[in-house]
């Protein structure tokens, strides 16, 4: 979504994650510049309160279905019927934050865990941009956003197991990082997502789950979520693990993203190019709110098709803007 003006809320330790724990290799504190993309051809206004859904379409088979135009398309908010000022069809570039959780746990995986999100991060396209997280006990940015398949590969190889787990200070600090990826105008519109992979739960985090779920339901991504089950890995009838599974489908559903669960490494080199596909396969559906409320609670989003035996999925709802 992209909300003109909106306010985060955070507390005063999402301010130390911030400043403290999200630390950049050094070779990774250049930005490249993504090269310039096509010309959309929909109207955009900077300074409205313009609501921009990411929607997947399938049909009765879970196949992608990519030929729908605007008009079959109708988004209810709160119950009211909204006009659809903003359609585009799969060809969005992409702004996207890739985790990788490298605990002690991740040790026997990494390599293959490694190899899988190279395969992912060199389907992108030369328009998308990508940066690179490593959580454990601390969370570093192996690579600040680039364009560049090169970069995103010497990163993720560079990434080495040991530590404990801060999955929610990963994912806080990638919303933080994505919500700098501002579009002023229509040519720089980029669909948002993280792809985060783990094999536990958090132990480490000094940021709630609770809070950190806050601010991706009131963030423009969608989170897809990774959680291994391979035979070497924690126990899925243990308590921790359930607890991270409900944690992962969580911050998928809220988002609009999805979950998996492999139970073998190597289904994770397809995890990853179902993502790909996903993300390729998305419309963008916007419109301007007509409801005059600026409390910033949470509206009930809607979509729904006019063709039938098609299935849409985003996310749930947003947090309207709020008055300054």
């Keep these: ?78 119950g009211v019927k909204q006009d659809v000022t903003f359609f585009n069809r799969t060809n969005l570039p992409i702004a996207l934050a890739l985790l990788m959780d490298t605990s002690a746990s991740m040790e026997s995986k990494l390599q293959i865990a490694q190899e899988a999100a190279i395969g992912f991060a060199k389907r992108l396209r030369p328009q998308d941009l990508a940066e690179v997280i490593d959580f454990d006990s601390r969370v570093i940015v192996m690579q600040v956003f680039t364009h560049a398949a090169t970069e995103l590969e010497q990163a993720i190889r560079k990434t080495s197991a ?52 806050d601010l991706a339901k009131r963030s423009e991504t969608a989170i897809y979520s990774i959680g291994l089950r391979a035979a070497d890995g924690p126990s899925t009838s243990t308590k921790g693990f359930k607890e991270a599974e409900f944690v992962l489908r969580q911050f998928s559903q809220e988002t609009g993203g999805r979950s998996f669960f492999p139970n073998q490494l190597a289904d994770l080199a397809n995890v990853y190019g179902q993502i790909s596909d996903e993300l390729s396969s998305q419309y963008t559906v916007g419109y301007t709110s007509r409801n005059p409320k600026r409390d910033g609670s949470w509206r009930r989003v809607v979509v729904r098709l006019n063709r039938p035996n098609l299935t849409a999925r985003t996310k749930q709802g947003y947090f309207g803007p709020t008055s300054h």
């Design 1 to 78: 979504m992209i909300h003109f003006p909106i306010r985060v809320w955070r507390s005063a330790a999402a301010a130390a994650i911030v400043v403290g724990l999200a630390m950049v290799a050094p070779e990774a504190q250049t930005t490249a510049q993504p090269p310039a993309t096509p010309p959309q051809q929909t109207p955009f206004r900077a300074g409205v309160d313009l609501v921009s859904l990411n929607v997947t379409v399938t049909d009765g088979t879970a196949r992608y279905v990519t030929d729908l135009t605007g008009d079959d398309f109708s988004v209810f908010e709160d």
């Design 162 to 213: 040991g530590g404990s787990t801060s999955l929610y200070n990963a994912v806080y600090i990638a919303l933080k990082d994505l919500k700098k990826v501002v579009a002023k105008n229509v040519d720089e519109i980029r669909r948002q997502a993280i792809v985060v992979l783990s094999d536990g739960e958090d132990t480490s985090s000094l940021l709630p789950f609770e809070e950190v779920l």
